[in-house]
């Protein structure tokens, strides 16, 4: 007899399927742990130390946090961050701080390699974040074409609404951002268009050239407004607009100060178009200039320092001398208020002149009050100084202005450009090692370091809700970074040859470079 | 000659001989060349050709300048961006040395002093060889050649064991000294040798010679510190060779 394969069996019934037995998830062991918020801005505690299981999830812990502050009403989005108490050898050295993203348990204490226990009383940095919140760049949407030369600076205006290019066929170009389009060529240069700048009421475009020349244009118009302003020997390194809180209500106008590598910087008043008075004492090229919320002009020079101006009188304050080679780059942690003046993110338009300066100066108090203003200086000598306030006349027993704060090393290559977020609370730098450092703002402690781009960065740009960074390099690709991580989020290549600019507007990426086109 | 002109002054004709010489020169010039031979003659018309050649040039520069051409506004090719200008091709390495040289430069530039060179001066002009001891037969003294600086309260080593000699006809006490600034030269006591250039040695013995840093009194200057204090001494830098003039002259370092 044959062996006999038995009969086939039954589909089981869903009846039969729903007797078998549940399968017991094993429950696991949630640690409970204690967890102190402290606030970043001052370390102070925001309440008493909590008992928490550790996987409250970043909601749960962001709802704790505003209702420790009181802040039922209004409440602020808050990001959070562990730093771990002994630098092991096995976290990764590119960051000095644990993100808690997901829950403390996934985070932290999941994540193999990291002296994390149960045990420890956690210490939560809470870090308020912007209320609004700016839409990732995904692609390019545009390419313009137009100028016929690489494209060397570019700049968005204080609204959003348009953003000026300028380009080595001396030229400078205004293009629509909503739209897309071109709107107004500027000629007139004689020389490369090395540098352009918005006024923070977006009334006046200044240009700096190669040929030494300074122009003022009316963007609506696109016409030039008046005669170029001459007296600079050589070519125009930097521009910066006097702040709108600064300006006296008689004059129509913000001053505008020009650096040059003849290593003078003039103030001019832009309505009347004459100089007012001429910064001397630079041994050679000014690279950079600044005009600081509280009426003094910071100037970075290829003599190894940087001075430090009285707007009012012309007079010099102070000189810093503690970089070994050129001063490159400098920012501002009130930079990005100052340019942007009375706007924000609300988009509500000053009806007049006075509504407006009264606007900026309370959007400028906001920030100041948490933070004096601070200086970067970015070098090629590889480090970076953090310089302390410098106008307050009223200083701390600890710090002496001349002194710097902090002194950030780590760039294995020259320093190229420097920026403060929005909130001031992040300095981001780019340099010729193909890194892009980030710091903290008002220590200067290292955070991390951004890596992929494969040659030099030359810019880098905030978004206005300082959470995303895009960083553009010789390598022809722009990359936005994801600060949680500290990865690149997404890579934006399409540029045909180096990136020399980048900037960023509302939601919108504008990049040129030697290609000759802008994209958006 | 100046003094001669100086003192009686000039013919009364002067003028006019002056005048008519430079005239004849054209025509004079143009017969020599003519008529000159020999290597003389190489000579001249090798000179005469290079002076031809320069004045083409200069004519044809002042051409140039006074046609003013309409620059054709020659955008140059190559744009780049400022933090990029001053940059072609400068590599990191050549970058750091530049920086170091140039600093190196401005920390010189603090000891700088008016005479950064001397002549070497040989042991045999510095030193006379005096031969002792009862023959005549040994010679391991030295007499110093040069003027010399022995400080007050100066007792000679006993005279057998002594090896320098200083004699008391080239010992030297004062200095004239001019302020590079205000020109004008006070006679300041000397306080001591700071430096020979020559070598150490000669420091130490208090050799003068030029080039050599001395420290001078200059009290006498009544110069003032910023803080309020009188500057007592200065050092200077001396310029001449004193054994041949029998005085010192220096110039003060401000």
């Known amino acids: 007899m044959a062996t006999l394969l038995p009969p086939p069996k039954r589909q089981k019934s869903n009846y039969a399927k729903s007797l078998e037995k549940p399968v017991i998830?094993?429950?696991?062991?949630?640690?409970?742990?204690?967890?102190?918020?402290?606030?970043?801005?001052?370390?102070?505690?925001?309440?008493?130390?909590?008992?928490?299981?550790?996987?409250?999830?970043?909601?749960?812990?962001?709802?704790?946090?505003?209702?420790?502050?009181?802040?039922?009403?209004?409440?602020?989005?808050?990001?959070?961050?562990?730093?771990?108490?002994?630098?092991?050898?096995?976290?990764?050295?590119?960051?000095?701080r644990v993100q808690i993203n997901n829950s403390i348990q996934l985070d932290a204490l999941k994540v193999s390699g990291t002296t994390f226990s149960p045990e420890d009383v956690f210490e939560l940095w809470c870090e308020p974040q912007a209320v609004f919140r700016v839409r990732s760049v995904g692609r390019c949407s545009a390419t313009l074409s137009g100028h016929s030369s690489p494209i060397l600076c570019c700049a968005h205006s204080p609204t959003g609404k348009y953003a000026a290019t300028g380009s080595g066929d001396a030229t400078a170009r205004i293009w629509d951002m909503e739209t897309g389009t071109p709107k107004s060529t500027l000629s007139g240069h004689k020389g490369w268009v090395l540098c352009v700048e918005w006024d923070s009421r977006e009334n006046i475009l200044a240009t700096g050239g190669h040929d030494g020349q300074v122009?003022?244009?009316?963007?609506?118009?696109?016409?030039?407004?008046?005669?170029?302003?001459?007296?600079?020997?050589?070519?125009?390194?930097?521009?910066?607009?006097?702040?709108?809180?600064?300006?006296?209500?008689?004059?129509?106008?913000?001053?505008?100060?020009?650096?040059?590598?003849?290593?003078?910087?003039?103030?001019?008043?832009?309505?009347?178009?004459?100089l007012e008075f001429v910064l001397t004492g630079h041994a050679a090229s000014v690279n950079v200039v600044r005009w600081g919320g509280e009426g003094v002009i910071y100037t970075g020079s290829s003599d190894r320092t940087v001075k430090v101006w009285s707007a009012v009188d012309g007079k010099l304050i102070r000189t810093l001398n503690e970089h070994a080679h050129w001063v490159n780059t400098m920012a501002l942690s009130t930079d990005f208020v100052l340019r942007t003046g009375p706007f924000d993110h609300v988009g509500k338009v000053p009806k007049d002149d006075d509504e407006a300066k009264a606007l900026a100066l309370a959007r400028y108090k906001n920030v100041i009050s948490t933070h004096p203003e601070t200086l970067i200086t970015g070098s090629d000598d590889h480090t970076l100084y953090l310089w302390p306030d410098q106008a307050s006349s009223s200083f701390s027993s600890t710090a002496t202005p001349k002194k710097p704060m902090a002194r950030l090393t780590g760039h294995q290559k020259q320093v190229n450009h420097v920026a403060f977020s929005p909130d001031g609370r992040m300095i981001a730098s780019a340099g010729f090692d193909n890194a892009v450092k980030i710091w903290e703002g008002r220590t200067g402690k290292f955070i991390a370091s951004l890596r992929g781009h494969v040659a030099?960065?030359?810019?880098?740009?905030?978004?206005?809700?300082?959470?995303?960074?895009?960083?553009?390099?010789?390598?022809?690709?722009?990359?936005?970074?994801?600060?949680?991580?500290?990865?690149?989020?997404?890579?934006?290549?399409?540029?045909?040859?180096?990136?020399?600019?980048?900037?960023?507007?509302?939601?919108?990426?504008?990049?040129?470079?030697r290609d000759k086109t802008v994209k958006m | 000659m100046d003094e001669h002109r100086r003192r009686h002054g000039r013919r009364m004709d002067h003028e006019e001989r002056k005048r008519k010489r430079t005239a004849r020169e054209a025509h004079k010039a143009s017969s020599d060349a003519q008529k000159i031979f020999g290597h003389k003659a190489k000579l001249l018309h090798a000179k005469r050709h290079s002076e031809k050649v320069q004045m083409k040039k200069t004519l044809k520069a002042h051409d140039e300048r006074n046609v003013k051409q309409k620059d054709d506004g020659a955008v140059k090719e190559g744009a780049l961006p400022t933090y990029l200008l001053d940059r072609e091709g400068q590599k990191d390495a050549k970058a750091l040395s530049t920086a170091v040289k140039d600093r190196r430069k401005d920390r010189a530039a603090k000891y700088s002093v008016p005479l950064p060179k001397v002549r070497g001066i040989a042991e045999e002009e510095m030193f006379k060889v005096i031969k002792t001891g009862k023959h005549k037969g040994k010679s391991w003294k030295r007499m110093v050649n040069k003027a010399t600086f022995v400080g007050e309260g100066f007792t000679r080593k006993p005279v057998k064991l002594e090896r320098f000699i200083r004699p008391m006809g080239l010992r030297m006490t004062?200095?004239?000294?001019?302020?590079?600034?205000?020109?004008?030269t006070f006679q300041l006591p000397i306080l001591g040798v700071k430096k020979n250039p020559q070598s150490p040695l000669y420091t130490s013995l208090g050799v003068l010679t030029k080039g050599t840093i001395v420290e001078v009194n200059v009290s006498e200057l009544g110069m003032v510190t910023t803080g309020g204090k009188v500057v007592w001494s200065k050092y200077a830098q001396i310029t001449n060779n004193p054994e041949n003039d029998g005085c010192i002259n220096s110039v003060l370092l401000v």
């Open chain 1, 215 to 274: 122009r003022l244009w009316v963007p609506s118009t696109g016409q030039p407004h008046g005669q170029p302003l001459l007296g600079h020997t050589k070519w125009i390194t930097s521009l910066a607009f006097e702040p709108l809180h600064l300006v006296p209500s008689n004059s129509p106008s913000p001053r505008l100060a020009s650096a040059s590598k003849d290593g003078t910087v003039r103030i001019w008043n832009t309505s009347t178009r004459k």
């Open chain 2, 174 to 184: 004062k200095a004239n000294v001019t302020h590079p600034e205000l020109k004008t």
């Open chain 1, 25 to 96: 998830v094993e429950a696991e062991n949630i640690p409970s742990i204690v967890v102190q918020f402290k606030s970043s801005e001052d370390g102070s505690n925001l309440g008493p130390a909590i008992n928490l299981p550790a996987d409250t999830g970043r909601d749960a812990l962001q709802m704790l946090v505003n209702k420790l502050r009181g802040e039922t009403e209004d409440p602020l989005p808050y990001a959070f961050h562990l730093v771990p108490k002994t630098p092991s050898t096995s976290t990764s050295p590119q960051s000095a």
């Open chain 1, 456 to 513: 030099a960065v030359y810019r880098v740009a905030w978004s206005a809700d300082s959470r995303m960074l895009v960083s553009a390099s010789k390598d022809t690709t722009l990359k936005l970074w994801n600060l949680k991580t500290y990865k690149i989020r997404i890579d934006l290549p399409g540029h045909t040859d180096e990136v020399y600019c980048v900037d960023f507007v509302a939601d919108k990426v504008v990049s040129g470079g």
